[in-house]
């Protein structure tokens, strides 16, 4: 779309790319290399997220600045000691492109990112052009508590629930008001929408490639569990990083698969089995390299979703770990800062110390999600 019909906003411009290995076009070919062999649009830099600009570096390692291997022009990194473009590098400047792939959780981090590259837009006046790309796991789910702004972090920039049900240019619209950005004014925010994208599509209906967005999303259903399973890193069960299976396959030393499974019967979770696996977590290049329970061997459970529109994966977590906590008290434990960040408040794991049940913590939230369904509303595209 940007090619064909908008490409009047870069023509003759000097732009940055915000981008990954994702930023792919129809024809296989990535954004910045066809760009790049253009003589009508000069890209001056890279600026790169979590995983690097090819998208190859494993989850949470810092990138360094460097130079794209392919053209040559100089990357900056905005998952090491920046998180926002500075006004220098951005000083040549004209136009800035954001084309990341997202999988439409609050704490994917390729979102903060977007986050700040609108607010540096907005305090340095000039034109941020976001190339919209599909929710993969649909446009109309909204799920999950909000965040809660004290615990705002990298994995989670604003007030969103957890499944927000939005696009990359929803989500820039949203974020684009003087009040969530915290400056003087908006950005000049450009969107180039997607054609022929319906809101119930998941990403298997968009006759689109998958390409891994990050090195643990190596498929759609592991899209699909994310925004519950993720919780999952926020405790000292394994979330099954260290496996080629990261979200489908969760236990750890201590549990009993048996009693994990049947307490979890008691739940009537719909569109979604469970059955009982081991797993022995390994370091695996460029995707996790160290994970909980390194070379130890883990009982657990794996996930099948039989039914994607029925499966609540966030629903789903709660009662999980609940199930956990039961079981395991004097074993199961928290990480705290990270289950609060991810939660986006410290509700949860006060909630669940407190014997809460899933139904009393599901319940405690819904006010505020439709709360933010209302407001959603003005920032949808389609």
């Known amino acids: 779309m940007l090619l064909s019909e908008n490409f009047e906003l870069i023509k003759n411009k000097k732009i940055g790319i915000v981008t990954n290995h994702t930023a792919v076009l129809s ?23 979590e995983h690097g600009i090819r998208g190859d570096a494993p989850d949470g390692h810092t990138i360094t600045d460097g130079t794209d291997t392919k053209t040559g022009i100089q990357v ?15 000083s040549e400047i004209e136009v800035l492109i954001f084309d990341i792939q997202d999988v439409g959780a609050r704490f994917y981090t390729f979102i903060s990112t977007m986050y700040y590259a609108i607010q540096a837009a907005a305090e340095n006046n ?19 508590p909000m965040l809660d702004t004290n615990f705002k972090s990298f994995v989670g920039i604003t007030k969103l629930p ?30 180039v929408k997607m054609q022929n994208w319906k809101r119930e599509f998941y990403y298997d209906d968009c006759n689109l490639k998958w390409i891994k967005p990050s090195p643990n999303m190596p498929d759609l259903k592991t899209a699909i569990a994310y925004p519950g399973l993720c919780l999952i890193e926020g405790t000292n069960i394994s979330e ?3 496996t080629y299976s990261p979200f489908l396959i969760i236990g750890s030393p201590f549990i009993d698969s048996q009693d994990v499974i049947s307490e979890m019967k008691n739940y009537n979770l719909d569109g979604v089995t469970i059955s009982d696996t081991s797993f022995t977590p390994i370091s695996i290049p460029n995707m996790s390299t160290s994970p909980k329970y390194l070379d130890e061997n883990c009982n657990g459970i794996s996930i099948n979703i039989t039914d994607r529109n029925l499966f609540k994966p966030i629903d789903f977590t709660v009662n999980l770990i609940y199930t956990f906590h039961k079981l395991y008290p004097q ?20 909630d669940i110390l407190a014997d809460k049940t899933p139904k009393e913590i599901i319940e405690s939230y819904q006010n505020d999600l439709e709360n933010f369904k209302q407001v959603r509303k003005d920032f949808l595209l389609y």
């Open 27 to 49: 024809n296989g070919v990535h954004l910045v290399d066809t760009l790049f062999a253009r003589n009508d649009v000069e890209i001056i830099k890279l600026f790169g997220p």
């Open 76 to 90: 900056i990194s905005l998952y090491g000691k920046l998180r926002k473009p500075t006004p220098e590098m951005l």
């Open 126 to 144: 000039f034109p941020i052009v976001i190339l919209d790309r599909p929710n993969p796991i649909n446009g109309k789910t909204v799920a999950g």
């Open 162 to 191: 957890i499944q927000h049900g939005m696009t990359v240019g929803e989500l820039a619209q949203f974020f684009n008001r003087t009040e969530i950005l915290e400056t003087e004014k908006s950005a000049e925010l450009i969107i």
């Open 240 to 242: 099954g990083r260290g």
């Open 331 to 350: 074993k199961f434990t928290f990480r705290e800062s990270s289950i609060d960040r991810l939660w986006g408040s410290d509700n949860f794991r006060k």
